[in-house]
């Protein structure tokens, strides 16, 4: 199994059933056990032609597909407008070192978001090894670049292997929001601070409004909502379903709807204790994104100089909310909102265009191959452990 107990590491028990998670609360009080959900061709295995095995991965095949049509595109279309193709002509023309630097600095980049992965779904005697975090990890990454959409493929992925792995629903939903509102506060923070010194002057760099102060707003705007879903009660799923009049239907929708408050509730809650009671893991919240703005930096010095580290990493947080756009990998929104937003700080075009261009080449595909192939010895871990799941009891005759 993923998921040991420090209490019980039999092969033929549930492993968490009587953990506690980072609330420090009983995950399970209450709670009916609930099967984990796997695709069907790991159900029972047996030999499946190719056509089998394609229709079983369509999507990723197409996002794949999408991927290689988009590349073409940038490669062999834009360089005939006209004045793009010289820019990238002098791609092959970039500082080799400050590149295999950058590459560096991605490699830690993911590094980090395994450490914090890792320590976010290790606690209260619940123990994920660093082999089935990689494995995770590095597939939800691959998920998140294909699919995009602020990520949700990263996250469904991410769900179906911890479910697999033997936590319940419940408890994966509020680890989930945990490290996803630990990774994003570092965001949102570095949009406020980042953005408000430069339009103060406190940071060095030329200050558009639109891109320093609304985004500034933005991010302390977002800070303040999350905290305020920790006032909302544990029992609100409760109190709604008194709302219901008796309706059947009525209290199942109240209650569905209270779900989402509640698990952002128990997200910020655990993120606040994971600041009270911090592991070394959990910086890795802070390398993840610190590592791959270094990439970023590295980029430009390959090209000659680069711009001020606050303008580094504001153009950089202002042009990756294009990954909400639903297309694989957020390729051409991203690298859009990048060059425009270092284009309106005042950074030369050319050198923001092979930069931007260059970053994009090795934080997309420095985990994608990797990734991809973790993706299917995740499987076959999940396999692995439905294998080991016991037979459910017999029931006995009347």
Known sequence: MAITSGTDTRPDQKP????????????????EPDAPHAPADLQAPSERSFRDF???????????????????????????????????????????????LGVFFEALSIG??????RATF?????????????????????ATKLFAAAGAGGVALTAWALRAAGLRGRTVARRLATFEILLYSVYMGCLAVFGLGLATGAFPGKAPTGITVIPAAFGAGVIVLALL?????????HLLSRLSGGSRRRRKLLEGISTIPSTIHDGVVGALEMVRRPRLGHLGAVGYWAFDIACLWAAFRAYGSAPPIAVVVMAYFVGTLANIIPIPGGIGGVEGGMIGSFIAFGVDGSVAVLAV??????????????????????RKTVGEWRATEPEPAPTPAT
């Open 16 to 31: 968490d059933q009587d953990c506690r998670d980072c609330f420090g609360r009983d995950v399970f009080h209450g709670e």
């Open 54 to 100: 394609v229709g079983a991965h369509k999507r990723i095949f197409l996002a794949l597909l999408g991927v290689v049509a988009i590349t073409v595109f940038i490669a062999a279309v834009l360089p005939q407008i006209a004045g793009f193709g010289d820019t990238l002509k002098r791609i092959e023309k970039g500082d080799k070192s400050w590149l295999l």
């Open 112 to 117: 980090s978001y395994i450490a914090v992965f």
């Open 122 to 142: 290790s606690c209260e005697g619940v123990q994920i090894d660093w082999r089935e975090s990689y494995q995770i990890t590095m597939a939800g990454l691959v």
């Open 229 to 237: 879903f920790r006032f909302i009660p544990d029992d609100m799923i």
């Open 357 to 378: 261009l260059s970053y994009r080449a090795l934080s997309f595909w420095l985990p994608t191959i990797p990734g991809a192939l973790a993706y299917f010895q995740l």
